[in-house]
């Protein structure tokens, strides 16, 4: 809940900033209020069991995508109201003075529903969730008798454990993979627009903004479609190991067809081949997400015990967070450094030599995985 509210507030300031730096402050309000992926895939991996864990994870991507879908309609198409919508908006100087408040109230208020809804309909799972004032220390740690005598049921191995004792190698691992698959991840999803963008003869596709938005909307809904009719089938038949590491490598034949595409478009133009080749690459570039819920369910299993749960997803996080900041600026500057008149390294295709080394890394790290996880040996139970 506390994440939901600050998402809102955070996004109610950055339509109402007219600064660069209150751009900047709304949007770290927001980084450091809202931390609820962590906490989604705890709450799921406390409700599930090794049985359908992978069915509760493969509904994960499927917010993503439609955020992924509906945030650029819902910010593309609402900004500037006055100047788009005059007859409705023309006439209101608070639009005209925040022209960007529309298109962010929108989904700040949508986060305010949603934390009202998580307020009374959904169900707390730790079983001895401490108050705000025990959490800040403005109580002793003393409780109630009542309280007292449930906590004396509870023996340490249901308790959450510092974080010294959460960094031990099948923790370190999982986390390490996760991070892997983010930084391949957003590199690809950071060059895939720039490169579309960018003109044939420098080593793009030269697409209007308006053809990029309904191939990255098409791909979001594809691949939520995909991800809850197909990853946990998939995930059942192979295994968590083998969907994973699947994923990440399928992501080099993505970054191989970024310059094939190119040379295709300076020989034919837009043809009906060149935009073949941008489809298959676009279903092709969905599989990846199948290893997110096979690394959350490694993130999931390396937990020492469920009450760690959210300490383990957090420390997770944590590290993808500078990955996912990392990669964009890093991916694109590359992009830049290798279309560059000047230095042109490899014809232009220095960026995709470069991401495709970053992919064999992560293969790399993705070896000393587990073969196998809890719900794989669930799984091979129910099928003997």
């Known amino acids: 809940m506390t994440g939901l509210l600050g998402l809102s507030v955070s996004m109610y300031c950055f339509g109402l900033s007219r600064t660069f730096w209150g751009a900047v402050i709304s949007r770290s309000l927001n980084g450091a209020l809202n931390g609820n992926i962590g906490v989604m895939k705890s709450m799921l991996a406390e409700i599930t069991d090794p049985s359908n864990i992978a069915q509760a994870y493969a509904f994960m991507p499927i917010a993503w995508s439609t955020g992924a879908t509906l945030g650029p309609i819902i910010g593309g198409s609402l900004s500037r109201p006055a100047e788009r919508f005059p007859n409705v908006f023309g006439h209101s100087e608070f639009f005209k003075l925040y022209p960007y408040f529309l298109a962010c109230a929108i989904p700040a208020t949508f986060s305010a529903i949603a934390c009202f809804v998580t307020l009374f309909f959904l169900k707390e799972t730790v079983r001895n969730p401490l108050s705000i004032r025990q959490l800040l220390r403005l109580s002793p740690k003393a409780a109630s008798p009542e309280r007292t005598s449930k906590s004396l049921d509870i023996d340490d191995s249901s308790r959450p454990l510092p ?9 370190i691992v999982a986390a390490g993979n996760y991070a892997c698959l983010a930084i391949v991840d957003i590199t690809m999803r950071a060059i895939q627009p720039v490169f579309y963008s960018t003109p ?4 793009g596709l030269g697409l209007e903004p308006q053809t990029i938005g309904l191939i990255l909307s098409l791909y979001g809904i594809t691949n939520g479609l995909v991800q809850i009719f197909l990853f946990g ?6 295994g968590t190991k083998r969907v994973f590491m699947a994923g990440v490598a399928s992501t080099l034949p993505v970054f191989a067809l970024f310059p094939v595409i190119n040379e295709l478009a300076r020989l034919e133009g837009l043809s009906s081949t060149v935009w073949a080749f941008v489809l298959g690459q676009a279903l ?4 990846v997400n199948f290893s997110y819920g096979c690394v959350f369910i490694f993130i999931t299993a390396s937990a020492p015990n469920k009450a760690s749960l959210g300490s383990v997803n957090g420390l997770a996080q944590m590290v993808v967070s500078i990955m996912r900041t990392v990669g964009p600026a890093t991916a694109n500057s590359l992009f830049a450094l290798s279309i560059d008149e000047q230095h ?3 014809g232009g295709y220095f960026v995709y030599w470069a991401l495709g080394a970053l992919v064999c890394v992560a293969l790399w790290v993705g070896t000393f995985l587990p073969d196998t996880t809890m719900s794989d040996e669930d799984e091979a139970e129910e099928s003997t």
């Open 163 to 171: 974080l010294r004792r959460l960094l031990v190698p099948r923790v």
């Open 284 to 287: 092709l570039s969905i599989i």
């Open 200 to 203: 044939i003869a420098l080593g």
């Open 344 to 346: 042109h390294y490899m």
């Open 233 to 238: 089938r998939v995930h059942d038949r192979f």
